[in-house]
C-alpha cells in the first residue's frame, strides 16, 4: 500500500506562525499651505514620496509596525499639497528565527500596510480639491534585498536596525 502523507509533516510545535492582529491609522496629516491660490497655478505638479518604517516589539513575539508615507506635490516653487499617513498592523510571529523574523517584519508586513496607506493618501488628496493621486505598487522585497545588500557591502551585522 502507498504512503498517504503527500510528502505533508505533521505539525511541529516550533512551526513558524503569523497572525495579523489589527490594522489601524496610528497619525495623518493633509496641509494645502497655497490654497486657494495653488489652484489658479499653471504649470506640471511633481509629486516626491517618502516611505519610512519602524518597527517596534510590543510584547511577546508581538510588534507593531509602522509603515509612513509621504508625498509633497509642488508646483513650481510652491508646495500645492503635503498628505502624510502613519498606517500601522500589530502583527503577531512566532517559531521565526531572528533573519526570518527581521524579513518578514521588512517585507511583508509594509507589503499588507501599504493598500490602506495608499488609499488614506488618495482619499486625502482629494479631498483637499486636487485632482487624484494613486501611489503606484512598491516591491518591499526588493527595498529589503537592497537594505541587506548594503549592510553586507558594510560590514554590518544582518539583524542590525537600519
Known amino acids: 500500500m502507498a504512503d498517504n502523507t503527500n510528502g505533508a509533516a505533521a505539525p511541529e510545535q516550533n512551526q513558524a506562525q503569523l497572525n495579523l ?3 489601524y491609522v ?12 495653488i489652484f489658479q497655478q499653471q504649470g506640471q505638479p511633481n ?3 517618502n516611505l519610512a518604517q519602524r518597527v517596534a516589539p510590543i510584547g511577546t513575539d508581538v ?19 503635503l498628505a502624510e499617513v502613519q498606517q500601522a498592523g500589530i502583527f503577531g510571529l512566532s517559531g ?10 521588512a517585507t ?16 486625502l488628496v482629494q ?25 553586507a557591502e558594510s560590514g554590518a551585522p544582518q539583524g542590525a536596525n537600519a
Open 21 to 23: 492582529q489589527r490594522i
Open 96 to 105: 521565526f528565527d531572528a533573519q526570518g523574523r527581521d524579513a518578514v517584519l
Open 127 to 151: 479631498n483637499g480639491g486636487f485632482p487624484p493621486f494613486f501611489l503606484q505598487p512598491i516591491n518591499f522585497d526588493a527595498l529589503y534585498a537592497e537594505q541587506m545588500r548594503r549592510r
Open 63 to 81: 510588534y507593531e509596525v509602522v509603515l509612513s508615507v509621504t508625498a509633497t506635490c509642488r508646483v513650481e516653487d510652491k508646495t500645492a499639497y
Open 26 to 37: 496610528k497619525d495623518v496629516s493633509f496641509e494645502a499651505p497655497g490654497a486657494p491660490q
Open 47 to 49: 509629486v516626491e514620496l
Open 108 to 123: 511583508y508586513c509594509p507589503n499588507v500596510l501599504f493598500p490602506y496607506a495608499r488609499q488614506v493618501i488618495s482619499e
